[in-house]
């Protein structure tokens, strides 16, 4: 390749050596669409695949903070031992040993998350309902594995054509390759965090799972967080010595309110604040376990359909890509679209 006299930066001089490269052809093999979103460890693209004519999503990992090789090697190891309908597949990592690039190569979410903390306005019960079921069912499958999420949140719970799928398994805790049942890891999310997970003597990682699931519950139905705070430990002492309070009970329980004004508070019917109430004990041992979950009447009988009801296979979703998203992709070098920030 000549470059001439061209200066370059050295993202273009990476970009170079990449190109020149056969072993990029697995990578070539994916047209760069757009942007899907970024967490704390990676940046997520929509990527076609030439080969099959499929939408992807293509988990990278981020630059500026660098997770660990190995890490990513324990979440590949985690989603390949994995195979349920409300659980993220993974369709293929390419290991592109020339750019150092490891990416997982995910089925495609066209829904995206289905809430995000920072939403003001609450789910109603029903849509909430018919997603809960969905992570249930899922969060039952992985805790029948040994295998906690450890960083369950509604962005990391996304929306398909038929249901929705946990997805980032990132920090996830497999008990059967670590060979450990208690964790003294600090991995999640603040806000989501079990107050036993800022235990010394460590903690159990599937009843802390439940209990991020109850924020998660409680925050898309209320659209509010049960415990706030500064820094975690604000946000644990507040869990620790704090009755669970709904909005619509108590004025003092809007907790994160600020000075844009909020919707009046949703009222949660009595079976889902029995079942929060249940999921967010503070003692791990107190706590619902996720088989108990499928078994709460919220859960249970507040359904038109049984649990566990087949799924009919979800539809194409092409159609989400527009010919001009794809025009404007083929125009850009897909190698460069994986390689920008
Ligand atoms: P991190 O480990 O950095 O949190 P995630 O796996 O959670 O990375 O991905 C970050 C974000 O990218 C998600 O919150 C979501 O918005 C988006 N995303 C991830 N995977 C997909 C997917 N398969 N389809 C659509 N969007 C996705
Ligand atoms: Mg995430």
């Known amino acids: 390749?000549?470059?001439?006299?061209?200066?370059?930066?050295?993202?273009?001089?990476?970009?170079?050596?990449?190109?020149?490269?056969?072993?990029?052809?697995?990578?070539?093999?994916?047209?760069?669409?757009?942007?899907?979103?970024?967490?704390?460890?990676?940046?997520?693209?929509?990527?076609?695949?030439?080969?099959?004519?499929?939408?992807?999503?293509?988990?990278?990992?981020?630059?500026?903070?660098?997770?660990?090789?190995?890490?990513?090697?324990?979440?590949?190891?985690?989603?390949?031992?994995?195979?349920?309908?409300?659980?993220?597949?993974?369709?293929?990592?390419?290991?592109?040993?020339?750019?150092?690039?490891?990416?997982?190569?995910l089925e495609y979410a066209p829904g995206g998350?289905?809430?995000?903390?920072?939403?003001?306005?609450?789910?109603?019960?029903?849509?909430?309902?018919?997603?809960?079921?969905?992570?249930?069912?899922?969060?039952?499958?992985?805790?029948?594995?040994?295998?906690?999420?450890?960083?369950?949140?509604?962005e990391n719970m996304l929306k398909m054509a038929d249901g929705v799928k946990l997805c980032d398994f990132g920090v996830s805790v497999d008990s059967e390759l670590t060979g450990v049942t208690r964790s003294t890891r600090l991995a999640g999310t603040p806000a989501f965090l079990a107050p036993e997970m800022l235990d010394e003597t460590g903690y159990d990682p599937m009843p802390s799972d439940v209990w991020s699931l109850g924020v998660c519950l409680y925050n898309m139905a209320t659209a509010r967080l049960p415990f706030t705070g500064k820094t975690v430990f604000q946000i644990v002492a507040m869990a620790k010595s704090t009755?669970?309070?709904?909005?619509?009970?108590?004025?003092?329980?809007?907790?994160?309110a600020t000075t844009v004004p909020s919707p009046p508070p949703p009222k949660l019917s009595n079976l889902l604040k029995d079942m929060l109430r249940k999921m967010l004990v503070v003692d791990p041992k107190e706590r619902i376990s996720i088989a108990g979950m499928m078994e709460h009447p919220w859960v249970t009988e507040e359904g038109k359909k049984p649990l566990g009801r087949p799924r009919t296979k979800s539809p194409s979703m092409k159609l989400e890509v527009t010919e001009e998203d794809i025009d404007n992709a083929v125009r850009t070098n897909p190698l460069a679209a994986i390689l920008q920030p």
């Open 1 to 105: 390749r000549r470059l001439g006299s061209l200066k370059l930066t050295p993202s273009v001089q990476k970009l170079s050596i990449i190109m020149d490269d056969k072993e990029h052809e697995q990578l070539n093999q994916y047209i760069m669409i757009k942007d899907l979103g970024r967490g704390a460890h990676a940046k997520v693209k929509l990527g076609l695949n030439k080969m099959d004519n499929n939408l992807y999503a293509l988990k990278i990992r981020n630059e500026r903070v660098r997770v660990a090789e190995a890490a990513v090697r324990k979440e590949i190891a985690i989603l390949k031992k994995l195979s349920h309908p409300h659980v993220l597949k993974l369709h293929e990592v390419i290991d592109d040993t020339v750019s150092n690039e490891l990416i997982l190569v």
């Open 113 to 154: 998350p289905i809430f995000t903390r920072f939403n003001r306005v609450p789910l109603s019960e029903k849509v909430l309902h018919g997603y809960a079921r969905d992570i249930v069912l899922g969060l039952d499958y992985l805790h029948s594995l040994e295998i906690a999420h450890m960083d369950l949140k509604p």
């Open 243 to 256: 009755e669970l309070k709904f909005p619509d009970e108590d004025a003092d329980a809007i907790v994160n």
